[in-house]
């Protein structure tokens, strides 16, 4: 019966029909494969074309995030100066807009807030208010004006915005306020100044900068508020840079601004309008909202006819091929019950092999630029893509397909945690991960990638046998980040720290002697005459002293020490032995490196530094007191004269707050008039007429009466104060000149001093007091401009070419306190000086010294070689008159003649000596 059944089988078997049977259901299984690899196409297609929108997406947000990076890069250099010059700024912005990565940005630049009753906001303009203000238009009534001061690239689009009033433009007003009142970085959605330009071609982004960076409270923040920087794109040129990556896979974009109200406005649109005729029959399409700086755009992406084309359909064919071929073998062979088993083992094995191919669609992930690998745990072997190995610097063929291949390439200082999520994964306790760390690659260097992975395919008791993953190369991002760092805590210019890293080095310091007891010194020092360098010498040749001072400091500390740049000419040293004997020998040792001259483009500068030190805790509980301290204690050594160290006291708290109060009352004894001046005489000792006087200015403090010179005019240079009382002197001292021309001697002279602040702000408004005196047709002998010798030591160009301009009008030039600086040879004849003043301190000690007294005879002698007079200050008793006379000195003055006087008892005491016969010999 069995046999008969076998034979029956073996006989239906080869019957013809049953053959047909066979091929008809192999025909229609391989119609099934066929269509389920098709749809499996489709769907990774769908898979690209979401990929690419997403990617699409991300990409606009991180061309945006770099322009905001960028902005706060430019923030960081007002955070870290309180002053920024037009050259420092074009400097600092010039990488971003020679670098071929930001086509799309055409202006970085910076909007001054000026409150028209906040002289604050306007002090450190380098145009005069009034100047500018003939520049502007300004809405009557309104006291804010925003102009643009710096923009950059000058180019002619960007010049027709420069120095133009922002606040005209109510809503970019608007924008900026809302900025800086709320200490944020804000998007405008325009800026045109002209109708013609397309109103939504330029975006911008505005951050706040204030003059004040800590502990600013939410209500002044417009009172500190020093302006704004802003970065201006074009948004069409940004968005065709983001997507055009993505449209190279055939993908059509548009962007739109939801966030208007003229209703939904156009930003982008691929291509041309005829390539968009097929949008509203694609067969993908998706839309995202973005959110850009609270504003909302709305991106929509659409395939074309050429990406729904580009399905992979070849491995969908290529089964139709092989199922028909297979088919007919199988019909043909269907009558063979041998080798028709061997068609189902091979049918089998082909079926496992298919599914294996099914599960390599992940492999399109690389699309997206990532390295994808397949992770077989039961087999300990892993399938790395092309492009795996391709970041790695690896061909296809090289590197196995060993874990271990993986895991010896990674970093020792990243091994560890990436060795213990690895086996969290593998133990079952999480299904997917992800970090960063350091690899090797195949030419030695470590490249930094990001690894993901999750679980695939789990056993029977939750163990992963298959984990599929991606590694992406993150490299420039990793180098981005540091660049923005650096930016952020490295002054650019000398390589230290800058102010923000040094106070959170400060305050990682104070938090560890907190708790092991120790103490820690800090070294707050100023170059003593560097802003007249930088003002003679220009901020170029001021920025190679700071570089080389910089280097200097970082010669004289330990390696456990700091050096920082706080800013300008500032810098500070924190030192782990706050010992007193290695403190004073550091500073000695820094006074000594910085006395040293620094070498300029075509000569030498000459400066020194004044140094304070402060000891924590002993002279402060806390960083800002800390701070307030070591800079009453330098300030005490610039009262010294410089190029020294002082140790903070409790009195120089007092003497700190003393001189605050001064510096306010300054600000209001000109409006006030509090100021006046008093005259001494200068005596001709040769004929004892009286044609020259120098006027003294003085302080009638409402308060606290007379108030010495001495005690204001420091702190009047250092707040630019000097400018305009200088000014007040000069134009009080000519109108009493042009009075006593008439009433006491037709070429009566007056001397008046001269500040080389005042200088310097003459060279940065091009005016001076010769402007003055043409403006008024005054005569230029009617003046004599005493300077000191701190003026020339570092003289630049401007300062010659402007005593040169005062001797061709007449002018003439003394030079003050003649002995008591850096006297050289070479001032007398390299600049053109009518008179040389010897100082009370050699007169006083005539008779009774003979060094003082061969100095002021070779002071004399070696004035008259050069076809100079001499004037001695300080003459009080009649010996030493006779000496001076004796010497051939040409005119002298002292309390002998006659104190400094008020205008109208100079005139009488004038009449009173020209009474006399003959002069005291």
Known sequence: MFRFNMASLHQLLSSRWIAAVVLLCALQTTFLLWMSERNHADALQAVKFKQAAVSASESIQQRLNAYRQILKGVEQLYISSQFVSAEEFRLYVDDYLKS??????????????????????????????????????????????????????????????????????????????????????????????????????????????????????????????????????????????????????????????????????????SGSEDAHVHDNEAEYALAYTLNVNGQVWRLQARSTPAFEADADYRDANDIGMLGVVISLLLGALAQFAV?????????????????????????????????????????????????????????????????????????????????????????????????????????????????????????????????????????????????????????????????????????HALHGIKSNGQKLAIIFLDLDRFKEVNDSQGHDQGDKLLLQAGKRLIGCVGNHDLVARLGGDEFVLMLSDAHASHVEVLAQRVLEALSQPFQLDETHAYVSASLGIAIYPDDAGNKEDLMKRVDQAMYASKQKGGNCFTYFTPRMQQNAENRMRLS?????????????????????????????????????????????????????????????????????????????????????QLAVNKSPVQFAAEHRKNEDWLFEMAKNHLEGNMVV??????????????????????????????????????????????????????????????????????????????????????????IENQRQLRMLQEMGCDFGQGYYFSPPLRAEAFTVWHHAWHQQAILPR
């Open 339 to 507: 080798v028709r088993h061997r068609t189902r083992n091979t049918l089998a094995e082909y079926d496992q092999a298919l599914s294996s191919s099914e599960q390599r669609w992940k492999f399109a992930m690389e699309s997206t630029g990532d390295g994808v690998w397949d992770w077989n745990v039961p087999e300990h072997k892993v399938i790395f893509s092309e492009h795996w190995k391709k970041i790695l610097g690896f061909a296809a063929h090289e590197l196995d397909d060993k874990p271990d291949s993986w895991n010896q390439r990674i970093h020792p200082d990243d091994a560890g945690a990436a060795m213990d999520l690895h086996q969290q994964v593998l133990n079952g306790e999480r299904e997917q991960y992800a970090i960063e760390y350091r690899m090797l690659c195949k030419d030695g260097n470590w490249k930094w990638v990001f690894d993901r992975g999750m679980v695939l395919m789990q056993d029977v008791q939750g163990k992963p046998t298959r984990i599929l993953g991606t590694l992406a190369d993150i490299s420039k991002i990793k180098q981005s980040e540091e660049v923005v760092w650096q930016y952020a805590n490295v002054d650019t210019l000398t390589g230290l720290p800058n102010r923000r890293l040094f106070f959170d080095r400060l305050d």
């Open 664 to 748: 306010h009352d300054l600000r209001q004894a000109i409006s006030e008039e509090e100021f006046f001046l008093e005259y001494q005489p200068v005596v001709n000792l040769q004929t004892n007429m009286v044609v020259k006087a120098e006027a003294l200015l003085r302080w009638q403090h409402p308060v606290k009466g007379l108030i010495p010179p001495m005690e204001f005019i420091g702190i009047a240079e250092d707040n630019l104060l000097i400018v305009p009382i200088g000014e007040w002197v000069f134009k009080t001292a000519i109108a009493q000149c042009r009075q006593w021309r008439q009433s006491l001697h037709p070429m009566f």
């Open 100 to 269: 071929t990565e930001y086509n799309s940005l055409n202006a970085l630049g910076f909007i001054k807030y000026i409150d028209l009753h906040d002289p604050e906001t306007f002090k450190d303009l380098e145009t005069p208010l009034p100047q500018l203000l003939k520049q502007l238009p300004v809405i009557k009534g309104d006291n804010e004006i925003a102009p643009v001061l710096y923009v950059e690239p000058r180019n002619d689009a960007n010049r027709e915005t420069l120095l133009k009033n922002t606040f005209l433009d109510a809503q970019l007003r608007a924008d900026l306020l809302e900025a800086g009142d709320g200490d944020r970085l804000v998007m405008s959605g325009r800026y045109a100044e002209s109708n013609s330009v397309h109103p939504y071609k330029n975006y911008m982004f505005h951050a706040p900068v204030y003059r004040h960076h800590e502990g600013i409270q939410t209500s002044d923040r417009r009172h500190w508020l020093n302006g704004w920087v802003f970065l201006r794109f074009d948004v069409a040129a940004l968005l065709a840079e983001a997507l055009h990556p993505m449209e190279l896979r055939l993908v059509h974009f548009d962007v739109f601004d939801l966030g208007r109200q003229e209703g939904q406005v156009p930003l982008y649109h």
């Open 785 to 874: 401009v005493e300077i000191t010798e701190r003026l020339l030591l570092d003289g630049s160009t401007h300062v010659s070419e402007r005593l040169a301009q005062y001797q061709q009008a007449g002018v003439q030039v003394a030079l003050d306190d003649f002995g008591t600086g850096y006297s050289a040879l070479s001032y007398l004849k390299k600049f053109p000086i009518d008179y040389v003043k010897i100082d009370r301190s050699f007169v006083r000690e005539l008779g009774t010294s003979s060094q003082d007294e061969a100095l002021c005879r070779a002071i004399i002698v070696m004035a008259h070689s050069l076809g100079m007079q001499v004037i001695a200050e300080g």
